[in-house]
């Protein structure tokens, strides 16, 4: 697990790949794993960022 702190905040993310970047990120009531199929396909030619936000009840379970 990564993470970055931002304004006293830990955001936690996933890089995978490598190239121009795409960032996907999630809705109110989803968290990051959601992304999983896009991001396997995307990887193997972009650098793909997925990230799950502050508030998101599976934030705490990455």
């Given at each position: 697990?990564?993470?970055?702190?931002?304004?006293?905040a830990?955001?936690?993310?996933?890089?995978?790949?490598?190239?121009?970047?795409?960032?996907?990120?999630?809705?109110?009531s989803?968290?990051?794993?959601?992304?999983?199929?896009?991001?396997?396909?995307?990887?193997?030619?972009?650098?793909?960022?997925v990230?799950?936000?502050?508030?998101?009840?599976?934030?705490?379970?990455?």
């Open positions: 697990m990564t993470t970055l702190k931002l304004n006293g830990d955001i936690y993310y996933e890089e995978k790949g490598s190239g121009p970047a795409i960032i996907f990120t999630h809705g109110h989803m968290y990051h794993k959601q992304w999983a199929p896009q991001i396997d396909y995307f990887s193997d030619s972009y650098r793909t960022i990230m799950g936000c502050a508030g998101a009840w599976i934030f705490l379970l990455a």
